[in-house]
């Protein structure tokens, strides 16, 4: 299958009770690994790019960034008969949000989070009403994404998560395809200084009012043996903690569909990229260090499939 809008991957999503990954890329060796993961497992995929990607793939020129990640996911996604979407991931600049709709991206997030809700309604809804015209889907998001961390405040931490009733009306007023409501998951390594414990009850009450696919943030796990395997050749990871393989399965039996992934993948990469330039330090051919660190990020990305219950949905 070729490529394809977000909304038919996630309304398939939710109405199967199952998550599909969304998987965040700035080069060629992330996409080959995704896609080939995605065709092994029979699988679809969601590819996703920060603001920071797309600057980063035109050289600060985020017209060029964002075509040349849709000519290369096109190129791909025409040979595999997986469907395959690109997402912008966290957009707030007008400009990259527009650069991306214009070069062909099948979905966008606009993400408002950081203004107080009026705003956040306002800023939605102007992008939902643009993207919708063109046919290009819209993920928002509500509420911060602060971990649960034991010294944070119970009413701070709080305060920062989506409060579900906010969720029905923002929906309703923007228009918008999918959710991202804040259940207590963070960016990054180092999520939870605690146990990792999500809200549950928050994240269950958005679906029953909303009914959308909704998308958790911050989901990576920082799987132990890649954890070992970078500190073995000298990263320094220390109290590195992501959200839990069982967690993450009961998010999906609550209603999360699209699950945003992107440390897990850099820290595959860079585990096996050190183990090879330690084991190997006369070589310098790209194509052969990044063979080993290409493999383990595909693994990851399939173990991920399977969790998440999309492997044969393709
Ligand atoms: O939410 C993410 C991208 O939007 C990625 O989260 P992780 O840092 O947990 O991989
Ligand atoms: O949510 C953030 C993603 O992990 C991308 O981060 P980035 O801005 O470093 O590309
Ligand atoms: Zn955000
Ligand atoms: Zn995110």
């Known amino acids: 299958m070729p490529y394809v809008n977000t909304k038919d991957i996630l309304d398939k999503a939710n109405k199967g009770y199952y998550a599909v990954p969304a998987l965040n890329i700035n080069n060629l060796e992330f996409l080959q690994a995704i896609i080939e993961a995605g065709v092994e497992e029979n699988s679809p995929v969601i590819i996703e790019t920060s603001e920071g990607a797309i600057k980063y793939a035109g050289d600060g020129d985020v017209q060029r960034g964002a075509s040349l990640f849709v000519s290369m996911v096109r190129a791909f996604a025409d040979n595999t008969d997986i469907p395959v979407s690109l997402h912008v991931d966290h957009g707030k600049s007008f400009k990259i949000l527009m650069a991306a709709i214009k070069a062909g991206y099948s979905s966008i997030m606009i993400d408002a989070s950081e203004y107080p809700f009026e705003k956040n309604i306002e800023e939605t809804k102007k992008m939902v009403e643009i993207a919708h015209s063109v ?180």
């Open 135 to 314: 046919g290009v889907s819209v993920e928002a998001e509500l509420g911060r994404l602060v971990g649960i961390e034991d010294n944070v405040m119970v009413q701070s931490h709080e305060a920062a998560l989506v409060d579900p009733n906010e969720a029905k009306q923002f929906v309703e007023e923007t228009g918008v395809d999918f959710l991202a409501p804040a259940i207590g998951t963070s960016h990054g390594a180092f999520k939870f200084k605690g146990e990792a414990k999500l809200d549950f009850n928050r994240l269950k009450k958005v679906k029953e009012l909303t009914g959308l696919p909704l998308v958790l943030h911050g989901a990576s796990s920082v799987p132990e043996e890649v954890k070992k395997l970078a500190e073995k050749y000298g990263a320094d990871f220390r109290g590195a903690k992501g959200v839990p393989s069982d967690i993450l399965t009961e998010s999906v039996k609550y209603g999360i569909n699209k699950v945003n992934t992107d440390t897990d993948l850099r820290m595959a990469f860079i585990a096996s990229l050190r183990e090879y330039l330690a084991n190997n330090p006369g070589e310098f051919d790209p194509r052969k260090y990044f063979k080993t660190p290409k493999e383990l990020v595909k693994n990851i990305i399939r173990e991920r499939l399977r969790l998440l219950g999309c492997s044969n949905k393709a």
